[in-house]
Structure formats: C-alpha cells, structure tokens
C-alpha cells in the first residue's frame, strides 16, 4: 500500500516530533541541573574552606610560637620556677588567684572548680583545677606563660580551644602540688 498524502494525518506527523521535544527537554533539564548542583556544592566547600583559612590565621602565631619553643636552643631562655606545694589558705584562695591572674593577662574567667585528688602512682595529693575562660589566643598565651611559672604547677593535662559566636573560649584542665615533690 502506496502512502499517499491523503493518508498522511497531523496525529502520525506530531508522534515523531513530540518524541523529539521530549528528548530535547530531558537533554536541557540535565544540563541544567549538574552544573546547578555542583555549583552549590563549590559554595559549600568554599563556606568551609573559608571558615578554616580564618581559623589557621588566627592559630598560626600560637603554632609558630610552640613550634620554637620546641627547639633545644630555646629551652635555655625559659626560666624554671621555684618548686613549692599549696598551704591550706593557697587552696581556698585558688579562684581568686585564677581570675586575677586572667584578668592581668586580658582574659575573662567563666569558671574556676578546684578538688583534691591523689595521683594514681604515688599516692601524693594534688589540687586538680579546671578552668573555663574566654579571650584572645594572644592573651592566652599570656595566660599560660603566667601559669607555667606558679611554683605549685605539676602538669597542665589538658587544653582546649574552640571558637564561639564572637570570641575565642578556652578549657584547662590542670594539676597543682600539695604534698612535697
């Protein structure tokens, strides 16, 4: 059977078109949404890369001044403190101690909790003091300088360092000598 024009209809004509603008619509629709979805993902990885070059910044000078401590040549210029144990009145005045020395360093003091322990070797008693504050890196550096020359000072055992909304805050968990070295 010979297809003539006559039986040539809109209806069979449409069919290949539409199959062809749906394929098109799909190829479009695709090569709009990768591109879209990895931009969003590049925002993000920049928000965050961003967020983490502000953070080295500010913890460079704090690095780099630890890292020349580290040197042998430079342990000489770091004075040793004078060795001494708490008296009893040492032990109630422990907060106050804390907040001044913070307060001369340029730092703010959240919390000061001091209790007795007994150190799990030699059974010697030791002031453990943990201490939440908040400041800047320089000034806690400060801080600690001031604090690692306090005769009573066993062992700083932990720091931390985390970023809130407008300022730096920091955690020290710390032990100080009752009982003779």
């Not at 749906?22 to 993000?44: E, M, T």
């Not at 109630?92 to 340029?106: D, H, I, Q």
């Not at 550096?141 to 001031?146: S, V």
């Amino acid at each position: 059977m010979k297809i003539t024009p006559s039986h040539v209809t809109a209806s069979s004509i449409l069919t290949p078109v539409n199959l062809i603008l749906g394929v098109l619509i799909v190829v479009a629709a695709l090569a709009i949404y990768f591109p879209l979805r990895d931009g969003r993902r590049l925002n993000r990885d920049l928000t965050e890369s961003r967020y983490r070059l502000a953070e080295l910044e500010v913890l460079q000078p704090l690095f780099i001044e630890l890292t020349s401590a580290q040197r042998q040549d430079a342990w000489t210029t770091i004075p040793s403190p004078s060795l001494a144990i708490l008296t009893q009145e040492d032990v109630m005045g422990v907060p106050a101690l804390f907040t001044s020395m913070a307060s001369e360093c340029g730092m703010e003091v959240k919390t000061v909790r001091p209790r007795v322990v007994l150190s799990g070797i030699d059974k010697k008693r030791q002031l453990h003091v943990e201490v939440q504050m908040t400041g800047s890196y320089d000034r806690f550096r400060d801080f600690l300088a001031a604090l690692a020359g306090l005769p009573a000072m066993e062992r700083i055992e932990q720091v931390d360092l985390r970023r809130e909304e407008m300022h730096e805050a920091f955690g020290l968990s710390l032990y100080l000598a009752l009982d003779q070295r």
